[in-house]
């Protein structure tokens, strides 16, 4: 069995563990400017959206990137109006997977 | 060891808001499962042995940058791509930390570091939600939000998910692909509180997409997730605007206003 990545998850715990930590055991970061935290708040949106467009919209095509259009697109517009209207983030997961599975079964995708 | 107190407003038994703490854990719980559960098999289409996928929950404790991982992982990104993704990803529990500190500094440091690892969204969400109503705080409410919420859920869930995710012959078939994109996309839309985070989020993605394609994505999403959040800062007043009555209620709002809305919560 492989225990490659176990080094890759150490990596990212490393990398975690004092953004939880730092505060606590170093008050000072409690005094941190306006402008950074806010920046800080941001980051969340920007990356996980960065995430998911890359990820459905940006394929591979002979070792190079590619502009790519699929079912994925309709899944995950499908997830984002459903977390939007129900908050509901397991519901938007559930609908876009099966509308995935069930386009691919049908032949559609 | 005494309790710090800290003005609060409101002063609940500390009995009755531990019972409610324990039924908001168990909320959570069920959700949280339920994520580890599509983590773990997620993990195990993307490549991961039960091993691996279990490592990251219990070394990582970070759904977002977990799920993130495995795409990443998956797309053959290299390892300090997804180590800067994480840490990225996972800057905001800075503002849950300092939040919580006015609170703990009383304790003692290796406690605080035990608890620090423990922090997510919902222990940061459930503790100070039990340390207002009760004005001050309780170790022992912060380790049933932290534990029972979240922190077993996701980690036997993931070794279920893990398990059984070998048995999957071709995921795809599933739509388990789109697991990633959805989630992260989902927690981007319960982050969006408001037009800063609107703007960060859309000009994330619409910096992500075209240096994905014209340099690789990689380069794209950090580059997005950079660029994104300069973006959402420039959309409103200044922050010192928007300061509250003091320092301690101004990082507090910045780290609710960070956290995912209740009822989406379950993802570390």
């Given at each position: 069995m492989?225990?490659?990545?176990?080094?890759?998850?150490?990596?990212?715990?490393?990398?975690?563990?004092?953004?939880?930590?730092?505060?606590?055991?170093?008050?000072?970061?409690?005094?941190?400017?306006?402008?950074?935290?806010?920046?800080?708040?941001?980051?969340?949106?920007?990356?996980?959206?960065?995430?998911?467009?890359?990820?459905?919209?940006?394929?591979t095509?002979?070792?190079?990137p590619?502009?790519?259009?699929?079912?994925?697109?309709?899944?995950?517009a499908?997830?984002?109006?459903?977390?939007?209207?129900?908050?509901?983030?397991?519901?938007?997961?559930?609908?876009?997977?099966?509308?995935?599975?069930?386009?691919?079964?049908?032949g559609?995708? | 060891?005494?309790?710090?107190?800290?003005?609060?407003?409101?002063?609940?038994?500390?009995?009755?808001?531990?019972?409610?703490?324990?039924?908001?854990?168990?909320?959570?719980?069920?959700?949280?499962?339920?994520?580890?559960?599509?983590?773990?098999?997620?993990?195990?289409?993307?490549?991961f042995?039960?091993?691996?996928?279990?490592?990251?929950?219990?070394?990582?404790?970070?759904?977002?940058?977990?799920?993130?991982a495995?795409?990443?992982?998956?797309?053959?990104?290299?390892?300090?791509?997804?180590?800067?993704?994480?840490?990225?990803?996972?800057?905001?529990h800075?503002?849950?930390?300092?939040?919580?500190?006015?609170?703990?500094?009383?304790?003692?440091?290796?406690?605080?570091?035990?608890?620090?690892?423990?922090l997510?969204?919902?222990?940061?969400?459930?503790s100070?939600?039990?340390?207002?109503?009760?004005?001050?705080?309780?170790e022992?409410?912060?380790?049933?939000?932290?534990?029972?919420?979240?922190?077993?859920?996701?980690?036997v869930?993931?070794?279920v998910?893990a398990?059984l995710?070998?048995?999957?012959a071709?995921?795809?078939?599933?739509?388990?692909?789109?697991?990633?994109?959805?989630?992260?996309?989902g927690?981007?839309?319960?982050?969006?509180?408001?037009?800063?985070?609107?703007?960060?989020?859309?000009?994330?993605?619409?910096?992500?997409?075209?240096l994905?394609?014209?340099?690789?994505?990689?380069?794209?999403?950090?580059?997005?997730?950079?660029?994104?959040?300069?973006?959402?800062?420039?959309?409103?007043?200044?922050?010192?605007?928007?300061?509250?009555?003091?320092?301690?209620?101004?990082?507090?709002?910045?780290?609710?206003?960070?956290?995912?809305p209740?009822?989406?919560?379950?993802?570390?």
């Amino acid at each position: 069995m492989s225990v490659g990545l176990v080094a890759l998850a150490a990596l990212m715990g490393a990398v975690t563990y004092p953004s939880r930590a730092t505060p606590l055991l170093a008050p000072w970061v409690e005094r941190l400017p306006a402008g950074a935290r806010l920046y800080l708040r941001l980051v969340g949106p920007a990356v996980l959206s960065a995430l998911a467009a890359a990820d459905v919209m940006v394929g591979t095509a002979g070792g190079h990137p590619v502009f790519h259009v699929g079912i994925e697109w309709l899944a995950v517009a499908a997830s984002v109006i459903l977390v939007a209207w129900r908050r509901n983030l397991f519901l938007g997961l559930i609908v876009g997977v099966v509308l995935v599975a069930g386009a691919r079964a049908l032949g559609l995708a | 060891m005494s309790a710090q107190a800290l003005p609060s407003g409101t002063s609940a038994s500390l009995a009755a808001s531990r019972r409610r703490l324990l039924v908001e854990s168990a909320g959570i719980a069920i959700s949280s499962g339920g994520f580890g559960l599509v983590y773990g098999l997620a993990a195990r289409h993307a490549g991961f042995s039960p091993v691996e996928a279990v490592a990251m929950s219990v070394l990582v404790f970070a759904g977002a940058s977990q799920f993130a991982a495995v795409g990443l992982v998956s797309g053959g990104l290299a390892w300090p791509g997804v180590v800067l993704v994480t840490a990225l990803l996972n800057a905001r529990h800075l503002l849950y930390s300092a939040a919580l500190a006015p609170w703990l500094r009383h304790l003692g440091r290796g406690r605080r570091a035990a608890m620090a690892y423990v922090l997510t969204d919902e222990s940061f969400a459930l503790s100070i939600a039990h340390f207002q109503r009760i004005g001050h705080d309780d170790e022992v409410g912060y380790w049933i939000g932290a534990i029972a919420s979240t922190w077993i859920p996701w980690n036997v869930m993931t070794l279920v998910g893990a398990a059984l995710g070998g048995e999957v012959a071709d995921p795809s078939r599933f739509g388990l692909d789109v697991v990633f994109p959805a989630a992260m996309a989902g927690l981007a839309v319960g982050l969006v509180t408001g037009r800063r985070e609107l703007v960060a989020a859309v000009a994330g993605a619409g910096v992500a997409v075209p240096l994905g394609l014209a340099i690789g994505p990689t380069a794209g999403i950090v580059a997005g997730g950079l660029v994104g959040p300069l973006a959402g800062m420039l959309a409103g007043p200044r922050p010192a605007a928007e300061a509250g009555p003091g320092p301690r209620a101004t990082l507090l709002d910045d780290a609710r206003a960070a956290v995912d809305p209740p009822d989406e919560a379950g993802l570390p």
